[in-house]
Protein backbone atom coordinates (compact mmCIF):
# COMPACT_ATOMS: atom_id res chain seq x y z
CA UNK A 1 0.00 0.00 0.00
CA UNK A 2 1.38 3.36 -0.93
CA UNK A 3 0.58 6.72 0.88
CA UNK A 4 0.91 10.00 -0.47
CA UNK A 5 1.71 13.59 1.27
CA UNK A 6 2.19 16.74 -0.25
CA UNK A 7 5.02 18.70 0.95
CA UNK A 8 7.15 21.42 -0.98
CA UNK A 9 10.65 22.41 -1.56
CA UNK A 10 12.61 25.81 -2.23
CA UNK A 11 13.99 27.68 -5.40
CA UNK A 12 14.75 30.90 -4.22
CA UNK A 13 11.77 32.40 -3.03
CA UNK A 14 9.78 30.15 -5.69
CA UNK A 15 7.68 26.76 -4.31
CA UNK A 16 7.87 23.54 -6.05
CA UNK A 17 5.12 20.79 -4.50
CA UNK A 18 7.15 17.67 -3.48
CA UNK A 19 4.65 14.76 -3.10
CA UNK A 20 5.60 12.45 -0.70
CA UNK A 21 5.00 8.60 -1.05
CA UNK A 22 5.48 6.29 1.46
CA UNK A 23 5.18 2.35 0.76
CA UNK A 24 5.40 -0.32 3.25
CA UNK A 25 6.26 -3.53 1.43
CA UNK A 26 7.19 -7.39 2.81
CA UNK A 27 10.75 -7.81 3.17
CA UNK A 28 14.23 -7.62 4.98
CA UNK A 29 13.35 -5.20 7.33
CA UNK A 30 14.92 -1.72 5.97
CA UNK A 31 13.51 1.84 5.83
CA UNK A 32 15.17 3.97 2.51
CA UNK A 33 14.49 7.56 1.27
CA UNK A 34 15.10 8.19 -2.61
CA UNK A 35 14.25 11.48 -4.43
CA UNK A 36 17.85 13.31 -4.34
CA UNK A 37 17.22 13.85 -0.57
CA UNK A 38 20.57 16.04 0.84
CA UNK A 39 21.97 15.22 4.55
CA UNK A 40 19.32 16.36 6.83
CA UNK A 41 17.03 14.79 4.74
CA UNK A 42 18.60 11.23 4.89
CA UNK A 43 19.02 12.09 8.53
CA UNK A 44 15.04 12.05 9.18
CA UNK A 45 14.86 8.31 9.19
CA UNK A 46 16.02 8.56 12.50
CA UNK A 47 14.23 11.34 13.66
CA UNK A 48 11.17 9.64 12.45
CA UNK A 49 11.69 6.31 13.89
CA UNK A 50 12.33 7.77 17.42
CA UNK A 51 8.97 10.60 17.11
CA UNK A 52 7.11 7.19 16.47
CA UNK A 53 8.81 5.37 19.44
CA UNK A 54 8.22 8.56 21.42
CA UNK A 55 3.98 8.11 21.26
CA UNK A 56 4.46 4.24 21.29
CA UNK A 57 4.38 3.27 17.89
CA UNK A 58 7.47 0.79 16.42
CA UNK A 59 7.73 0.96 12.91
CA UNK A 60 6.66 -2.41 11.04
CA UNK A 61 9.73 -4.95 10.58
CA UNK A 62 9.38 -4.77 6.71
CA UNK A 63 10.88 -2.72 3.44
CA UNK A 64 9.95 1.01 3.74
CA UNK A 65 10.49 3.26 1.37
CA UNK A 66 9.77 6.82 1.18
CA UNK A 67 9.89 8.55 -2.33
CA UNK A 68 9.95 12.34 -2.97
CA UNK A 69 8.83 13.50 -6.23
CA UNK A 70 9.84 14.53 -8.35
CA UNK A 71 12.67 12.27 -8.16
CA UNK A 72 15.29 14.98 -10.07
CA UNK A 73 14.43 17.80 -8.04
CA UNK A 74 17.47 18.16 -5.05
CA UNK A 75 15.45 18.20 -1.22
CA UNK A 76 16.73 20.49 1.06
CA UNK A 77 16.07 21.16 4.87
CA UNK A 78 14.50 19.59 7.81
CA UNK A 79 10.77 20.47 6.60
CA UNK A 80 10.76 16.77 5.44
CA UNK A 81 10.41 14.91 8.34
CA UNK A 82 6.65 15.17 9.29
CA UNK A 83 5.65 15.17 5.74
CA UNK A 84 7.67 11.37 5.82
CA UNK A 85 6.23 10.58 9.59
CA UNK A 86 2.82 11.79 8.57
CA UNK A 87 3.11 9.56 5.47
CA UNK A 88 4.13 6.63 7.78
CA UNK A 89 0.78 6.68 10.09
CA UNK A 90 -1.20 7.15 6.88
CA UNK A 91 -0.02 3.83 5.56
CA UNK A 92 0.15 2.31 9.07
CA UNK A 93 -3.64 2.93 9.56
CA UNK A 94 -3.40 5.74 12.13
CA UNK A 95 -3.87 8.92 10.38
CA UNK A 96 -6.94 9.24 7.54
CA UNK A 97 -5.00 8.76 3.87
CA UNK A 98 -7.68 10.95 2.20
CA UNK A 99 -8.02 13.67 4.88
CA UNK A 100 -4.23 14.05 4.52
CA UNK A 101 -4.17 14.65 1.26
CA UNK A 102 -5.75 18.25 1.20
CA UNK A 103 -3.26 19.50 3.47
CA UNK A 104 0.54 20.72 2.23
CA UNK A 105 2.85 19.41 5.66
CA UNK A 106 5.96 21.05 6.86
CA UNK A 107 7.64 20.42 10.07
CA UNK A 108 10.69 18.94 11.74
CA UNK A 109 10.52 16.37 14.13
CA UNK A 110 12.51 16.20 17.23
CA UNK A 111 12.98 13.05 19.21
CA UNK A 112 10.62 13.25 21.74
CA UNK A 113 7.69 13.57 18.95
CA UNK A 114 7.79 17.50 19.23
CA UNK A 115 7.35 19.69 15.60
CA UNK A 116 9.69 22.11 15.67
CA UNK A 117 9.83 25.47 14.01
CA UNK A 118 11.12 25.16 10.12
CA UNK A 119 11.88 28.07 7.66
CA UNK A 120 10.10 28.90 4.60
CA UNK A 121 6.20 28.38 6.03
CA UNK A 122 5.02 31.36 4.59
CA UNK A 123 5.63 31.07 1.43
CA UNK A 124 4.80 27.60 1.61
CA UNK A 125 1.34 28.88 3.09
CA UNK A 126 0.63 31.49 0.48
CA UNK A 127 1.39 28.37 -2.41
CA UNK A 128 -1.15 26.32 -0.60
CA UNK A 129 -3.63 29.02 -0.84
CA UNK A 130 -3.16 28.85 -4.83
CA UNK A 131 -3.68 25.17 -5.23
CA UNK A 132 -6.75 24.98 -2.85
CA UNK A 133 -4.94 22.94 -0.16
CA UNK A 134 -4.61 23.59 3.47
CA UNK A 135 -1.66 23.74 5.79
CA UNK A 136 -0.10 21.21 9.02
CA UNK A 137 2.73 23.31 9.90
CA UNK A 138 4.61 23.79 13.14
CA UNK A 139 2.61 25.29 15.93
CA UNK A 140 5.62 27.79 16.02
CA UNK A 141 5.12 29.12 12.10
CA UNK A 142 1.60 28.59 12.79
CA UNK A 143 0.60 32.34 13.17
CA UNK A 144 3.20 33.02 9.89
CA UNK A 145 1.11 30.34 7.53
CA UNK A 146 -2.17 32.97 8.93
CA UNK A 147 -1.00 35.76 7.13
CA UNK A 148 -0.88 33.37 3.91
CA UNK A 149 -5.18 34.45 3.49
CA UNK A 150 -8.52 31.57 3.73
CA UNK A 151 -6.70 28.15 4.25
CA UNK A 152 -7.20 25.53 7.07
CA UNK A 153 -4.28 25.55 9.22
CA UNK A 154 -3.15 22.60 11.53
CA UNK A 155 -0.58 23.90 13.73
CA UNK A 156 0.49 21.05 16.20
CA UNK A 157 2.84 21.24 18.96
CA UNK A 158 4.02 17.96 18.69
CA UNK A 159 3.02 14.28 16.49
CA UNK A 160 0.68 13.37 19.24
CA UNK A 161 -1.52 16.26 19.08
CA UNK A 162 -1.42 15.90 15.21
CA UNK A 163 -3.09 12.24 16.01
CA UNK A 164 -5.34 13.38 18.25
CA UNK A 165 -6.65 15.80 16.48
CA UNK A 166 -7.74 13.84 13.39
CA UNK A 167 -8.67 11.11 15.68
CA UNK A 168 -11.24 13.85 17.54
CA UNK A 169 -9.90 13.67 20.72
CA UNK A 170 -8.24 16.80 21.30
CA UNK A 171 -9.34 19.16 17.71
CA UNK A 172 -6.94 22.16 17.70
CA UNK A 173 -8.31 25.62 16.55
CA UNK A 174 -6.77 28.10 13.92
CA UNK A 175 -3.46 29.74 14.88
CA UNK A 176 -3.94 33.69 14.92
CA UNK A 177 -2.09 35.92 12.61
CA UNK A 178 0.65 37.86 14.51
CA UNK A 179 2.37 41.39 14.01
CA UNK A 180 5.55 41.85 15.31
CA UNK A 181 5.83 44.66 17.77
CA UNK A 182 7.33 47.97 16.66
CA UNK A 183 8.48 49.51 19.53
CA UNK A 184 11.70 48.21 18.79
CA UNK A 185 15.12 49.75 18.68
CA UNK A 186 14.38 51.88 15.66
CA UNK A 187 11.66 54.00 16.34
CA UNK A 188 13.38 54.88 19.67
CA UNK A 189 15.96 56.68 17.70
CA UNK A 190 15.15 60.26 16.94
CA UNK A 191 16.86 62.54 14.63
CA UNK A 192 16.77 65.08 17.84
CA UNK A 193 19.45 63.72 19.58
CA UNK A 194 21.69 64.90 16.30
CA UNK A 195 23.44 68.37 16.83
CA UNK A 196 24.23 70.50 13.89
CA UNK A 197 24.62 68.47 11.08
CA UNK A 198 22.04 70.36 8.87
CA UNK A 199 22.97 69.30 5.86
CA UNK A 200 23.37 65.77 6.45
CA UNK A 201 19.87 65.90 7.93
CA UNK A 202 18.66 67.42 5.01
CA UNK A 203 20.31 64.49 2.16
CA UNK A 204 19.08 62.01 4.74
CA UNK A 205 15.39 63.18 4.52
CA UNK A 206 15.85 63.59 0.81
CA UNK A 207 16.89 59.96 0.97
CA UNK A 208 14.12 58.94 2.77
CA UNK A 209 11.69 60.54 0.57
CA UNK A 210 12.64 59.52 -2.73
CA UNK A 211 14.42 56.10 -1.50
CA UNK A 212 17.42 57.45 -3.41
CA UNK A 213 20.76 55.22 -2.20
CA UNK A 214 23.48 57.93 0.09
CA UNK A 215 27.04 58.16 0.94
CA UNK A 216 28.41 59.70 4.00
CA UNK A 217 32.00 60.90 4.33
CA UNK A 218 33.68 62.60 7.54
CA UNK A 219 35.93 62.09 9.93
CA UNK A 220 35.41 59.74 13.09
CA UNK A 221 32.59 60.65 15.74
CA UNK A 222 31.06 63.17 13.59
CA UNK A 223 27.61 61.27 14.05
CA UNK A 224 27.63 59.56 10.58
CA UNK A 225 26.21 55.74 12.23
CA UNK A 226 24.04 57.82 14.46
CA UNK A 227 22.59 59.50 10.97
CA UNK A 228 22.20 55.69 9.66
CA UNK A 229 20.40 54.46 12.21
CA UNK A 230 17.84 57.36 12.20
CA UNK A 231 16.81 56.34 8.65
CA UNK A 232 14.20 53.70 9.38
CA UNK A 233 11.93 55.69 11.61
CA UNK A 234 11.81 58.13 8.67
CA UNK A 235 10.61 55.71 6.33
CA UNK A 236 6.83 54.87 5.88
CA UNK A 237 5.63 51.30 6.85
CA UNK A 238 5.04 48.76 4.43
CA UNK A 239 2.26 48.51 2.61
CA UNK A 240 0.52 44.76 3.77
CA UNK A 241 1.60 43.18 0.11
CA UNK A 242 4.95 44.85 0.45
CA UNK A 243 5.14 43.54 4.14
CA UNK A 244 4.30 39.80 2.95
CA UNK A 245 6.34 39.82 0.43
CA UNK A 246 9.66 41.24 2.75
CA UNK A 247 8.29 38.14 4.97
CA UNK A 248 8.41 35.70 2.48
CA UNK A 249 12.25 35.91 2.39
CA UNK A 250 12.68 35.97 6.24
CA UNK A 251 10.96 33.17 6.44
CA UNK A 252 12.68 31.20 3.68
CA UNK A 253 15.81 32.52 5.88
CA UNK A 254 15.10 31.37 9.21
CA UNK A 255 14.71 34.67 10.39
CA UNK A 256 10.90 35.41 11.22
CA UNK A 257 11.04 35.93 14.99
CA UNK A 258 7.90 33.40 16.38
CA UNK A 259 6.29 33.63 13.23
CA UNK A 260 5.76 37.64 13.39
CA UNK A 261 5.26 39.50 10.47
CA UNK A 262 6.75 43.42 10.84
CA UNK A 263 5.29 46.68 9.02
CA UNK A 264 8.55 47.98 9.44
CA UNK A 265 11.28 48.31 6.87
CA UNK A 266 14.31 46.38 7.48
CA UNK A 267 17.21 47.88 8.13
CA UNK A 268 20.19 45.45 8.03
CA UNK A 269 24.07 46.24 8.75
CA UNK A 270 26.25 43.90 8.20
CA UNK A 271 29.69 43.83 9.49
CA UNK A 272 32.65 44.47 6.89
CA UNK A 273 33.85 41.53 7.16
CA UNK A 274 30.66 39.91 5.44
CA UNK A 275 31.65 37.28 2.89
CA UNK A 276 29.97 37.25 -0.69
CA UNK A 277 27.60 34.58 -0.24
CA UNK A 278 26.71 35.83 3.00
CA UNK A 279 25.59 39.48 1.49
CA UNK A 280 23.78 38.48 -1.77
CA UNK A 281 23.09 35.01 -1.02
CA UNK A 282 24.40 31.71 -2.13
CA UNK A 283 26.55 29.14 -0.19
CA UNK A 284 26.32 25.02 -0.11
CA UNK A 285 22.63 25.49 0.97
CA UNK A 286 21.30 28.78 -1.15
CA UNK A 287 19.74 31.01 1.40
CA UNK A 288 18.81 34.50 1.01
CA UNK A 289 22.00 37.09 1.72
CA UNK A 290 22.04 40.24 3.21
CA UNK A 291 20.83 42.08 0.26
CA UNK A 292 17.39 40.29 -0.27
CA UNK A 293 17.49 40.32 3.39
CA UNK A 294 16.92 44.31 3.60
CA UNK A 295 14.20 43.85 0.36
CA UNK A 296 12.22 47.31 -0.02
CA UNK A 297 14.32 48.31 3.00
CA UNK A 298 17.53 49.71 3.66
CA UNK A 299 20.87 47.94 3.39
CA UNK A 300 23.83 50.20 5.67
CA UNK A 301 27.57 49.71 4.60
CA UNK A 302 29.05 51.34 7.44
CA UNK A 303 33.06 51.70 7.34
CA UNK A 304 32.82 50.92 2.99
CA UNK A 305 35.98 50.77 2.46
CA UNK A 306 36.80 47.95 4.63
CA UNK A 307 34.14 45.62 2.87
CA UNK A 308 36.43 43.18 0.80
CA UNK A 309 36.16 44.13 -2.89
CA UNK A 310 34.72 41.37 -4.15
CA UNK A 311 31.66 42.08 -1.77
CA UNK A 312 31.32 45.57 -2.89
CA UNK A 313 31.41 44.63 -6.53
CA UNK A 314 29.05 41.98 -5.90
CA UNK A 315 26.44 44.62 -5.25
CA UNK A 316 26.28 45.93 -9.00
CA UNK A 317 24.55 43.97 -10.62
CA UNK A 318 21.64 43.35 -7.72
CA UNK A 319 21.47 47.29 -7.37
CA UNK A 320 20.57 47.94 -11.13
CA UNK A 321 17.90 45.12 -11.61
CA UNK A 322 16.41 44.85 -7.96
CA UNK A 323 17.32 41.01 -7.96
CA UNK A 324 19.64 38.66 -7.63
CA UNK A 325 20.30 35.79 -9.49
CA UNK A 326 22.88 33.16 -7.96
CA UNK A 327 23.57 30.63 -10.94
CA UNK A 328 24.12 26.66 -9.42
CA UNK A 329 25.13 23.59 -11.24
CA UNK A 330 21.84 22.10 -10.83
CA UNK A 331 19.22 25.17 -10.77
CA UNK A 332 19.07 29.46 -11.04
CA UNK A 333 17.93 31.08 -7.96
CA UNK A 334 16.44 34.33 -8.29
CA UNK A 335 15.65 36.34 -4.64
CA UNK A 336 14.33 39.80 -5.26
CA UNK A 337 16.75 42.80 -3.33
CA UNK A 338 15.29 46.32 -3.83
CA UNK A 339 17.60 47.93 -1.37
CA UNK A 340 18.31 51.49 -0.47
CA UNK A 341 22.15 51.48 0.19
CA UNK A 342 23.26 53.66 2.62
CA UNK A 343 27.07 53.75 2.91
CA UNK A 344 29.45 55.98 5.65
CA UNK A 345 33.08 55.84 5.58
CA UNK A 346 36.04 57.84 6.56
CA UNK A 347 37.67 60.28 4.18
CA UNK A 348 41.35 58.74 4.86
CA UNK A 349 42.58 55.67 7.28
CA UNK A 350 43.29 58.24 10.00
CA UNK A 351 39.89 59.74 9.01
CA UNK A 352 41.37 63.75 9.41
CA UNK A 353 41.93 64.62 6.15
CA UNK A 354 40.33 67.77 6.28
CA UNK A 355 41.87 69.00 9.49
CA UNK A 356 45.69 69.95 9.27
CA UNK A 357 45.98 69.79 13.08
CA UNK A 358 44.92 66.40 13.30
CA UNK A 359 45.89 64.80 9.78
CA UNK A 360 48.95 62.25 9.68
CA UNK A 361 51.60 62.75 6.94
CA UNK A 362 50.58 60.69 4.20
CA UNK A 363 47.57 63.19 3.72
CA UNK A 364 46.50 63.95 1.11
CA UNK A 365 48.12 60.81 -0.49
CA UNK A 366 46.08 58.54 2.09
CA UNK A 367 43.20 59.45 1.14
CA UNK A 368 43.59 58.19 -2.31
CA UNK A 369 44.55 55.28 -1.45
CA UNK A 370 41.74 54.83 1.18
CA UNK A 371 39.11 55.82 -1.48
CA UNK A 372 40.00 53.80 -4.41
CA UNK A 373 39.11 50.62 -2.64
CA UNK A 374 35.91 51.66 -3.48
CA UNK A 375 35.47 51.60 -7.52
CA UNK A 376 34.04 54.12 -9.56
CA UNK A 377 30.84 51.90 -10.74
CA UNK A 378 29.95 51.51 -7.30
CA UNK A 379 30.28 55.11 -6.19
CA UNK A 380 28.26 56.09 -9.75
CA UNK A 381 25.32 53.76 -7.98
CA UNK A 382 25.46 56.30 -5.16
CA UNK A 383 22.68 59.20 -5.69
CA UNK A 384 23.66 61.26 -2.57
CA UNK A 385 27.39 61.86 -1.32
CA UNK A 386 27.10 63.96 1.58
CA UNK A 387 30.07 65.00 4.02
CA UNK A 388 29.44 64.87 7.09
CA UNK A 389 32.20 67.38 9.25
CA UNK A 390 33.01 67.29 12.19
CA UNK A 391 31.01 69.05 14.81
CA UNK A 392 32.40 72.59 16.37
CA UNK A 393 32.02 72.76 20.21
CA UNK A 394 29.82 75.28 19.54
CA UNK A 395 27.50 72.85 17.69
CA UNK A 396 27.67 70.68 20.59
CA UNK A 397 26.71 73.14 23.12
CA UNK A 398 23.35 74.10 21.19
CA UNK A 399 19.94 72.95 22.61
CA UNK A 400 18.50 70.32 20.79
CA UNK A 401 16.98 70.97 17.59
CA UNK A 402 13.54 71.79 17.28
CA UNK A 403 12.36 69.50 15.06
CA UNK A 404 12.47 66.10 15.37
CA UNK A 405 11.73 62.22 13.22
CA UNK A 406 7.74 63.16 13.47
CA UNK A 407 7.87 66.25 11.63
CA UNK A 408 10.64 65.15 8.83
CA UNK A 409 8.33 61.80 8.55
CA UNK A 410 5.10 63.91 7.73
CA UNK A 411 7.21 65.60 4.89
CA UNK A 412 8.80 62.60 3.76
CA UNK A 413 5.37 60.74 3.89
CA UNK A 414 3.70 63.40 1.79
CA UNK A 415 6.29 63.43 -0.34
CA UNK A 416 6.01 60.09 -1.43
CA UNK A 417 2.17 60.57 -1.56
CA UNK A 418 3.05 62.84 -4.24
CA UNK A 419 4.86 60.31 -6.09
CA UNK A 420 2.20 57.27 -6.09
CA UNK A 421 -0.39 59.63 -7.09
CA UNK A 422 2.27 60.83 -10.18
CA UNK A 423 2.86 57.25 -10.82
CA UNK A 424 -0.93 56.06 -10.70
CA UNK A 425 -2.05 59.26 -12.66
CA UNK A 426 0.72 57.77 -15.47
CA UNK A 427 -0.38 54.29 -15.26
CA UNK A 428 3.41 53.00 -14.00
CA UNK A 429 2.86 49.83 -12.39
CA UNK A 430 5.93 48.17 -10.16
CA UNK A 431 7.53 51.43 -9.31
CA UNK A 432 7.27 52.76 -5.49
CA UNK A 433 9.55 55.74 -5.37
CA UNK A 434 11.72 58.19 -7.82
CA UNK A 435 14.65 56.36 -7.10
CA UNK A 436 12.94 53.39 -9.36
CA UNK A 437 11.71 55.59 -11.97
CA UNK A 438 13.33 54.47 -15.25
CA UNK A 439 13.71 54.75 -19.27
CA UNK A 440 10.82 56.14 -20.14
CA UNK A 441 9.03 56.90 -17.61
CA UNK A 442 11.55 58.83 -15.97
CA UNK A 443 11.61 60.99 -19.02
CA UNK A 444 8.22 62.09 -19.08
CA UNK A 445 7.87 62.48 -15.27
CA UNK A 446 11.20 64.17 -14.63
CA UNK A 447 10.72 66.84 -17.64
CA UNK A 448 13.02 70.02 -15.78
CA UNK A 449 12.41 73.44 -17.19
CA UNK A 450 14.03 75.62 -19.58
CA UNK A 451 16.43 76.77 -17.44
CA UNK A 452 17.17 73.49 -15.33
CA UNK A 453 18.04 71.62 -18.52
CA UNK A 454 20.51 73.73 -19.54
CA UNK A 455 22.34 73.80 -16.08
CA UNK A 456 22.12 70.15 -16.40
CA UNK A 457 23.65 69.76 -20.29
CA UNK A 458 26.58 72.28 -18.81
CA UNK A 459 27.45 70.13 -15.56
CA UNK A 460 27.13 66.91 -17.73
CA UNK A 461 30.20 68.19 -19.31
CA UNK A 462 32.07 70.12 -16.50
CA UNK A 463 31.39 67.22 -14.28
CA UNK A 464 31.80 64.52 -16.51
CA UNK A 465 28.48 62.75 -14.99
CA UNK A 466 27.86 59.16 -16.96
CA UNK A 467 24.47 58.31 -18.47
CA UNK A 468 23.57 56.37 -15.17
CA UNK A 469 24.74 59.58 -12.87
CA UNK A 470 22.57 61.90 -15.52
CA UNK A 471 19.40 59.77 -14.50
CA UNK A 472 20.42 59.89 -11.22
CA UNK A 473 20.53 64.15 -11.05
CA UNK A 474 17.15 63.51 -12.49
CA UNK A 475 15.52 61.68 -9.96
CA UNK A 476 16.69 63.46 -6.75
CA UNK A 477 15.63 66.66 -8.40
CA UNK A 478 12.20 64.66 -8.65
CA UNK A 479 12.58 64.33 -4.74
CA UNK A 480 14.06 67.31 -3.93
CA UNK A 481 10.76 68.98 -6.00
CA UNK A 482 8.00 66.60 -4.36
CA UNK A 483 9.34 67.40 -0.68
CA UNK A 484 8.90 71.27 -2.01
CA UNK A 485 5.65 70.16 -3.45
CA UNK A 486 6.67 71.75 -6.36
CA UNK A 487 4.53 70.06 -9.67
CA UNK A 488 7.75 71.04 -12.00
CA UNK A 489 11.39 70.07 -11.87
CA UNK A 490 13.15 73.84 -12.02
CA UNK A 491 16.65 74.90 -12.15
CA UNK A 492 16.59 75.35 -8.22
CA UNK A 493 15.91 71.26 -7.79
CA UNK A 494 18.57 70.34 -10.54
CA UNK A 495 21.63 72.53 -8.36
CA UNK A 496 20.72 71.10 -5.43
CA UNK A 497 20.30 67.65 -7.12
CA UNK A 498 24.29 67.96 -8.51
CA UNK A 499 25.46 69.51 -4.86
CA UNK A 500 24.78 65.72 -4.23
CA UNK A 501 27.34 63.87 -6.42
CA UNK A 502 30.49 66.67 -6.39
CA UNK A 503 32.88 64.28 -4.32
CA UNK A 504 31.86 61.66 -7.30
CA UNK A 505 32.58 64.07 -9.32
CA UNK A 506 35.87 64.88 -7.84
CA UNK A 507 37.50 61.95 -7.83
N1 LIG B 1 25.98 65.43 15.64
C1 LIG B 1 26.06 64.83 16.82
N2 LIG B 1 25.22 65.17 17.81
C2 LIG B 1 25.31 64.58 19.02
N3 LIG B 1 26.19 63.59 19.32
C3 LIG B 1 27.05 63.22 18.40
C4 LIG B 1 27.02 63.80 17.09
N4 LIG B 1 28.00 63.22 16.37
C5 LIG B 1 28.57 62.30 17.15
N5 LIG B 1 28.02 62.29 18.38
C6 LIG B 1 28.43 61.42 19.49
O1 LIG B 1 29.54 60.65 19.05
C7 LIG B 1 29.25 59.26 19.08
C8 LIG B 1 29.81 58.58 17.83
O2 LIG B 1 29.07 58.94 16.69
P1 LIG B 1 29.00 58.01 15.43
O3 LIG B 1 29.20 56.60 15.84
O4 LIG B 1 27.78 58.32 14.69
O5 LIG B 1 30.28 58.52 14.65
P2 LIG B 1 30.77 58.10 13.21
O6 LIG B 1 30.73 59.33 12.38
O7 LIG B 1 30.02 56.94 12.75
O8 LIG B 1 32.28 57.72 13.50
P3 LIG B 1 33.22 56.62 12.82
O9 LIG B 1 33.70 57.19 11.54
O10 LIG B 1 34.32 56.46 13.79
O11 LIG B 1 32.42 55.40 12.67
C9 LIG B 1 27.76 59.16 19.18
O12 LIG B 1 27.38 58.02 19.88
C10 LIG B 1 27.38 60.42 19.92
O13 LIG B 1 27.51 60.22 21.29
MG1 LIG C 1 30.53 54.93 12.47
Request: a neutral charge; one cysteine or more.
Amino acid sequence: MVARVNTVAFQGIQVMPVDVQVQIAAGLPAFTIVGLPDKAVGESRERVRAALSAIGLALPPKRITVNLAPADLPKEGSHYDLPIAAGLLAVMGVLPADELEAFTILGELALDGAVSAVSGVLPAAIDAVARGLGMICPRACGGEAAWAGELEILAPASILQLVNHFKGSQVMGPPEPKLADDDGVGRLLDLKDIKGQETAKRALEVAAAGGHNMLMIGPPGSGKSMLAARLPGLLPDLTPEEALSVSMIHSLAGELKDGRISRRRPFRGPHHSISVAAMVGGGSRVRPGEMSLSHMGVLFLDELPEFARPVLEALRQPMESGEVLIARANAHVAYPARVQLVAAMNPCRCGHLDDPALACARAPRCALDYQSRISGPVFDRIDLHIEVPALSAADLTLPPPAEGTAEVAARVAAARARQHARFAAAGIVGCRSNAELDGEALERLVAPDEAGRALLTQAVGHMRLSARGYHRVLRVARTLADLEGAEDVSRIHIAEALSYRRIAAGR
